[in-house]
């Protein structure tokens, strides 16, 4: 999903793979400890209140709140847990029968049960409706699901799939009621009907309300009476603005560096404002097309990799909100590595990109445009992207100039092959590396930019996606990266860090910032 966003990471347990996920205890809901709503802010808008066509971080918050998945990544954790499942797991010796039991007595907020049906209503729903800005890619090793009785889920996989835990339990594993949804179409009324730690009362342009969903049935204890999500639209100044004056509690996603910078510094000053900052695995690379007459020849791109300093970037541009990152797999998910820094390094190195360039024959000042989208990455990508040409200009190699589009016609230019070089944030879907390399280098490629490695997409993903041991896949996650970085289909630039500002009386919020990026509105408390 896809900046989407969204999330300390431990390896999927060996349990998994060898028997079931035993459920912790399960809790009502708690109708709110303080009794008192929380006001929360965001830039970012809900595309969809429907979980078969979101697939963005606005609709995948409201998702994770309103819908129940079978299980449900723990605060600080990623090693998925069993959520309306009491338990979970693959059959012994196979990554291709995954079975789940339900809790007892499981109901939608409008007081229906929920059951088996409804859980298998849902993922096929899902791959039925195939929305192109749905999760159905995310569900695609499903080859068919039984329901042998109310309370229990088979789910049959085409190929072996030891993230599938993972997968059903983001936002794709969201469980609707099929009495309330259409099964071949999707709901447009602005409603959602779930069986989450909330109920949706209302949805509009201008904000969303939720209550305490008194039918919860899961893991979740709620700290407050309800949340209120004002959207901004964009606005950064707007949400900065209203957090200082008080008009909201929190401020989350999409606060510019330097609105970040500055409450910090108003949080120093004034006690009743406080900066959160947690862990991100969100990212941002350059992209290539590698069928692009210029950035087509290798030389080329090595060159741009050995001249972007991104620790310049990171200060200058983004004040320090993000780190530099030299790897496909970011820091904190397993198979981590630095492949880009072994082979470019940290520092510019004019004489290394010469000899590039050189080497595939260019000559001249290469002419270049890269190619960039604020409405989708925010207002400092077209910054970020003029600070790359003016790195590539200092060279004396380059002349490089920046084009900004809007979103939509963004991607069809992307899909048109017209952009030889471009921006794209990534922010996972569930926090395993699968995510961060089958989605780029596998079937499907989101990247649009024409690469394809035969050895990547047919052997070590497909081997990747059936160890049930995630510590196992270290190795070759770190050979893909190696590959990655000598072929250069896409160059790395930072890994984010999460925020989240709050006026004084907030309390919770470390607990929804982490690399599963769930923000878990159940462990904010309002004093």
Not at 23 to 29: F, H, I, L, N
Not at 129 to 137: H, K, Q, R, S, T
Not at 343 to 351: F, I
Not at 435 to 446: S, Y
């Amino acid at each position: 999903m896809k900046v989407h966003n969204k999330w300390l990471t431990a390896p999927l347990s060996a349990v998994l793979a060898a028997a079931m996920l035993s459920g912790c205890g399960s809790e009502k809901g708690d109708a709110g400890e303080s009794g008192v709503t929380v006001l929360v802010g965001m830039s970012d808008d809900v595309l969809s209140t429907d979980p078969a066509a979101g697939y963005d971080p606005g609709s995948w918050l409201l998702f994770n709140n309103v819908f129940q998945s079978l299980l449900s990544f723990p605060k600080g954790g990623s090693t998925p847990q069993p959520e309306a499942a009491e338990k979970c797991g693959f059959d012994q010796g196979s990554s291709t029968i995954f079975r789940c039991t339900l809790r007892d007595d499981l109901k939608f907020s409008n007081g229906n049960p929920l059951t088996s049906e409804d859980v298998k209503f849902s993922f096929e729903r899902a791959l039925k409706i195939n929305d192109p800005a749905g999760p159905a890619p995310l569900l695609s090793t499903i080859a068919s699901i039984d329901t042998p009785d109310e309370q229990n889920v088979v789910f049959k996989l085409k190929v072996p799939d030891a993230t599938f835990p993972s997968k059903i339990a983001s936002g794709a594993g969201s469980i609707v009621d099929h009495r309330e949804y259409d099964a071949g179409s999707l709901r447009t009324d602005g409603k959602a009907v779930g069986s989450g730690p909330y109920k949706l009362e209302s949805y509009s342009d201008g904000k969303a309300v939720f209550s305490v969903n008194d039918e919860y049935h899961g893991t979740a204890k709620v700290k407050n009476s309800g949340v209120t999500l004002k959207f901004y639209n964009g606005d950064r100044k707007s949400l900065a603005d209203a957090l200082k004056k008080g008009d909201i509690d929190v401020a989350y996603r999409g606060l510019a560096a330097a609105d970040i910078a500055e409450l910090k510094e108003s949080a120093t000053a004034d006690s009743k404002i406080e900066v959160i900052e947690g862990t991100s695995a969100e990212v941002k690379h350059l992209v290539f097309n590698v069928k692009d007459p210029v950035v087509g020849k290798l030389g080329v791109r090595k060159a741009i990799a050995y001249l972007v300093d991104r620790d310049a970037l990171v200060q200058d541009v983004h004040r320090a909100t993000a780190t530099s990152l030299y790897s496909i797999v970011p820091a904190g998910i397993t198979g981590h590595n630095t492949a880009f820094f072994d082979t470019y390094g940290d520092r510019p190195q004019p004489e290394k990109a010469k000899q590039a360039l050189k080497s595939a024959g260019v000559e001249g000042k290469v002419q270049l445009t890269l190619w960039s989208t604020p409405s989708r990455y925010g207002p400092s990508t077209d910054e970020e992207l003029k600070a790359i040409a003016k790195q590539l200009n200092a060279s004396g190699l380059f002349d490089v100039t920046v084009k900004s589009v809007e979103y939509e016609q963004y991607e069809k230019d992307i899909k048109a092959g017209k952009y030889g070089v471009y921006v794209k944030g990534w922010v996972p879907d569930y926090p395993d590396p699968d995510n961060f390399t089958a989605p780029f280098f596998g079937e499907g490629n989101v990247l649009e930019n024409n690469y394809e490695n035969k050895r990547i997409s047919g052997t070590i993903i497909p081997k990747t996606a059936a160890a049930a041991d995630r510590t196992a896949t270290e190795d070759d996650f770190g050979k893909l990266q190696d590959l990655v970085a000598e072929e250069l289909p896409i160059l790395p630039l930072w890994q984010g860090k999460q925020y989240a500002v709050a006026r004084d009386g907030i309390t919770g919020l470390e607990w929804t910032l982490d690399t599963s990026t769930v923000f878990r509105f159940w462990e904010i408390k309002k004093a």
